[in-house]
């Protein structure tokens, strides 16, 4: 099979796995109003994705090392399409937190065996290049499904089974075969299936820009929509989440010429500022400025610190580039579950808007004491 052709099909392949998991994001409303929830549940069926995805980054991270790289992304794939029915034939909160769970596992799955597949099939020398790929395909994926779900409704009006299921439920199961057809690339080893994440040395503010930056992510899509559907603004819940990603992917070229550590603390810079200006945007109910907020944490979020951070660990484990990759999105997924979760029940206790506020505060808290570590661990370092 022609290299442009196999790259082709598995960006595709990583764009759907992602793509699956924010499909029923505008229909959060829906799911929770049929079960009578508030925003803690709905924040906690959110998170239920991270409950499926960390163990199976701690434990299966590596798998893929073991049994290759393409049946773990046929499974993801399968598992996604799975989860997608299950919300068809019972819409409902508990069935939200189900397939919200089994999504992880499936992105748990995909994404440390695609990142290393890429790699394998672009060569060593082109390391970098792959993690722009991998990146652009699954931040598409992430910003696409929520997008075209919200694009769906729109067309269709109110309704459980929006074309993009459709669409996905014809895509997903058809590129599970053809995983089976790629190059076979990989070696696998006579180890043990459970293989936990590694994290290489040097490593930890990439990790630690990841879990702050995606839970930022994590409140835009979890949170922010709550509060537009409060103020008669819903219908723009697919369009925010997708700029949420997509301005992340227009700005990785950007990335790409900048250095590792360049990206990452232009990141740092726009975390904050981003959430800032989204903050205001819901405060004074002014649309514009939630979207322009949006698309500044989407910049450093699924732009700057994702392209870097992946690039730097791919870079550092060449040996064991699943199990760095996952070691990655373990950080990542923290950032993305717990600040979301406590912020949820402080919205059923205060509001969603001082929820947000509180949120922001520890964020910016955050923020300056990593900037602060890793200024004074720089200072230290030997020349």
Request: proline residues 5%; positive net charge; aromatic residues 8%.
């Amino acid at each position: 099979m022609p290299r442009i052709l196999s790259v082709s099909l598995l960006a595709l392949a990583l764009f759907t796995v992602t793509f699956a998991v924010n499909l029923q994001a505008p229909l959060y409303d829906v799911y929770a109003s049929k079960s009578d929830v508030g925003a803690m549940a709905v924040t906690v069926a959110f998170a239920a994705y991270v409950g499926g995805l960390m163990p199976t980054l701690l434990l299966l991270g590596g798998v893929s090392d073991r049994i290759g790289r393409r049946l773990p992304l046929a499974l993801a794939l399968v598992i996604g399409t799975v989860a997608t029915a299950l919300l068809v034939l019972r819409p409902v909160w508990t069935s939200l937190v189900i397939a919200r769970a089994l999504l992880g596992i499936g992105t748990g799955l995909a994404t440390p065996a695609g990142t290393a597949y890429m790699a394998e099939i672009l060569g060593e020398t082109r390391t970098r290049s792959a993690a722009l790929i991998v990146t652009s395909a699954t931040s598409l994926g992430f910003g696409g499904g929520a997008l075209a779900t919200g694009v769906s409704l729109g067309l269709q009006g109110p309704t459980l089974l929006p074309a993009s299921f459709v669409v996905f439920f014809l895509a997903a199961p058809l590129l599970a075969l053809i995983a089976f057809c790629l190059p076979k690339l990989d070696h696998p080893q006579a180890i043990s299936i459970v293989r936990l994440p590694v994290f290489p040395a040097g490593t930890w503010m990439f990790g630690a820009a990841m879990a702050l930056a995606w839970s930022t992510t994590g409140m835009t899509i979890a949170v922010v929509p709550l509060e537009l559907a409060a103020n008669d603004l819903g219908g723009w819940t697919g369009l925010v989440i997708f700029l949420a990603i997509f301005v992340g992917f227009l700005c990785q070229p950007l990335a790409r010429r900048m250095s590792n550590t360049s990206a990452l603390a232009l990141g740092f810079i726009l975390i904050p500022l981003g959430f800032v200006v989204l903050l205001m945007g819901v405060w004074l109910k002014i649309l514009v400025l939630v979207l322009l907020g949006t698309c500044i944490t989407s910049a450093a979020s699924y732009g700057f610190t994702y392209l870097a951070s992946l690039a730097e660990v791919s870079l550092r484990a060449p040996n064991e580039r699943a199990r760095a990759t996952a070691g990655l999105f373990v950080y990542a997924y923290l950032g993305f579950s717990i600040p979301v979760i406590a912020s949820g029940g402080l919205a059923d206790l205060l509001g969603l808007l001082p929820a947000m506020i509180a949120f922001g505060a520890g964020q910016l808290a955050v923020t300056l004491g990593i900037l602060r570590l890793w200024k004074r661990r720089s200072a230290y370092k030997p020349s």
